[in-house]
């Protein structure tokens, strides 16, 4: 089955740039897409298509992809960064979704 | 405003059955996929099924394929997710999310706020 990886956790300053990666370990998937998940909320997507981002997020969230990894970058973290983000594709041989193991965003 | 709501969660015993409703409002719902994505207490997000937007197509994930069905009433703006022979490792809270196509292939672009389903004797 498809797998994406994603470190378990990443510590930041407010103020300083979170990069959270997420790699795929298998060839065919369609773009990638961060979301966003606070404490007891539901997920919020805040970047689609790689390097996307909907309207109504902060242009401090970027996303890029180089190779089979893709990462996700916050600007000038916040406080209210602070949350669990996922990385997801499409798996285009099972038509499956997938999501990685997510990463849990500290803010110091 | 896109909303989307779920509703019928709650404690059902192993090998029972529970059917989760997920109602859309705010948008041209028979123009749109929508998917159930389910998380584990503390755990990560699964994605579990879609249905296309005129329900002709529908996918599932490897764990619940067999025992869920998921099916559409355009006419109401809602989903229905059947769920059969409910075991433990079921047991996560469940999100109805829409798809940015009507295909189905695209991303989770709204999501509800989730339905309980816990699943013990």
């Known amino acids: 089955s498809y797998v994406l990886t994603q470190p378990p956790s990443v510590s930041v300053a407010p103020g300083e740039t979170a990069t959270i990666t997420c790699e795929r370990k298998t060839a065919g998937s369609y773009s990638v897409q961060w979301y966003q998940q606070k404490p007891g909320q539901a997920p919020v997507l805040v970047i689609y298509s790689y390097s996307d981002r909907p309207s109504g997020i902060p242009e401090r969230f970027s996303g890029s992809n180089s190779g089979n990894t893709a990462t996700l970058t916050i600007s000038r973290v916040e406080a209210g960064d602070e949350a669990d983000y996922y990385c997801?594709?499409?798996?285009?041989?099972?038509?499956?979704?997938?999501f990685g193991s997510g990463t849990k965003v500290t803010v110091l | 405003q896109v909303q989307l709501e779920e509703s019928g969660g709650g404690v059902v015993q192993p090998g029972r059955s529970l059917r989760l409703s997920c109602t859309a409002s705010g948008f041209i719902f028979r123009n749109f996929a929508i998917h159930w994505v389910r998380q584990a207490p503390g755990k990560g997000l699964e994605w579990v099924t879609v249905i296309w937007y005129d329900g002709s197509v529908k996918f599932f994930a490897d764990s619940v394929k067999g025992r869920f069905t998921i099916s559409r009433d355009n006419s109401k703006n809602t989903v229905i997710l059947q769920m059969n022979s409910l075991r433990v490792e079921d047991t996560a809270v469940y999100y109805c999310?829409?798809?940015?196509?009507?295909?189905?292939?695209?991303?989770?672009?709204?999501w509800g706020h989730g339905a309980l389903v816990t699943v013990s004797s």
């Open positions: 999310a829409r798809d940015h196509n009507g295909d189905g292939l695209g991303y989770f672009d709204y």
């Open positions: 997801q594709v499409w798996d285009t041989s099972t038509y499956h979704f997938v």
